[in-house]
């Protein structure tokens, strides 16, 4: 497969496509990257994890803080969910923080408080996947490990011009036979993050600068014209859609309610604002358990919030001067908070957004 697959961009060996990616990594990669300095296990492990799903740029700001107020493994493991999925608030896939936190806790548990420096051990970690175990092995460790995060994928697609959705077994199969097939045996860290922004700075989703990337003269796409046809893109369907009412209840303190999310769901263990799935189960919902001035109700403006597998169509309500009829003793019953307590708490970016910016 090694020859193969270096005969297909066109070099002689694996070792060629190392060495033209590094030199221009040398001169035009990402050198400053906060978890480059230092290049410790816990802090590239919270990187890979950030950037699942998350664009650099996004990350940066709440990698700083998370690091600023959670410094290492251990404190990471010591640390309070909420004081988690506070830090992680706004960045959003929440089971990132969740799976994060159970792995910071294992660690210290199984592995004698140290991110464990063994494939299996690693991979077998909550929200640590083949490519995340291959990423962190290779920039903390040195190890000789392959990585097909998105940007990786979508590069060796087009070089190698293969066809077909990268979710597809075959296809992914293929995939990681050439990453781990193009290799180098030396400077892996160096070599992983090359791949890396050889994807998110040249070759990306649209517009890609193939006239600045090292490999045009051998990428099958670019010969071929199929640039912007690879990598295939997934079978679409219709996103599925959920409405729903919130609840922006403040009390006479100007405390706002709100509530811990329980059970399964994409929020699970954030703090929300109240929810009904429309305005006559938000009616009966306030007329057993609130009392207020229904002068003092107003609609906000509509919005959208797009999920990967769903969207939500959110109608919020604010409501002053709210005050409970009496304790609700239900599972996820409202806390009262005030405003100053919100900026430390874990809530989902809609609600933020509404809270924080909404006049």
């Known amino acids: 497969m090694k020859t193969a697959a270096a005969n297909v961009i066109g070099l002689a060996t694996p070792a060629d496509f190392a060495v033209r990616l590094l030199d221009w990594f040398d001169r035009h990669g990402r050198h400053d990257l906060p978890w480059q300095h230092p290049r410790s296990p816990y802090r590239v492990w919270l990187a890979e994890i950030m950037l699942q799903q998350t664009q650099v740029a996004t990350a940066l ?129 160096d070599y992983t993050q090359a791949m890396m922004d050889l994807g998110a700075t040249l070759c990306t989703r649209s517009r890609p600068a193939c006239n600045r990337c090292p490999f045009r003269t051998d990428c099958v796409a670019l010969r071929d014209a199929s640039v912007s046809q690879l990598p295939t893109r997934k079978p679409g369907r219709a996103l599925p859609s959920r409405a729903v009412v919130m609840l922006w209840l403040e009390n006479s303190a100007g405390q706002i309610a709100l509530q811990r999310r329980e059970g399964p769901g994409v929020w699970q263990g954030l703090w929300s604002l109240p929810e009904a799935p429309d305005h006559n189960d938000a009616e009966r919902w306030l007329a057993r358990h609130m009392q207020f001035d229904p002068a003092l109700a107003r609609a906000l403006p509509a919005f959208v919030h797009v999920f990967s597998h769903y969207r939500l169509d959110v109608q919020p309500l604010h409501i002053r001067g709210v005050e409970p009829l009496s304790a609700i003793a239900e599972i996820g019953a409202p806390r009262w908070f005030e405003r100053a307590e919100l900026a430390s708490l874990g809530l989902p970016a809609p609600v933020r957004r509404l809270l924080f910016h909404s006049q």
């Open 61 to 189: 700001p709440y990698f700083e803080r998370f690091v600023k107020a959670l410094p290492d493994l251990s404190a990471l493991a010591e640390a309070s969910e909420d004081e988690v999925l506070g830090l992680w608030s706004g960045l959003g896939y929440y089971t990132r923080a969740r799976n994060l936190h159970r792995a910071a806790r294992l660690c210290v548990e199984l592995h004698d408080g140290k991110l464990p420096d063994d494939f299996e051990a690693l991979s077998a970690l909550p929200g640590i996947g083949r490519s995340t175990a291959g990423a962190i092995l290779a920039q903390a460790y040195g190890k000789r490990f392959a990585i097909l995060d998105g940007n990786v994928k979508r590069s060796l697609t087009r070089m190698l011009g293969i066809a077909g959705w990268p979710g597809e077994t075959a296809v992914t199969r293929q995939l990681w036979a050439a990453a781990e097939a193009l290799l180098p045996e030396t400077r892996l860290a």
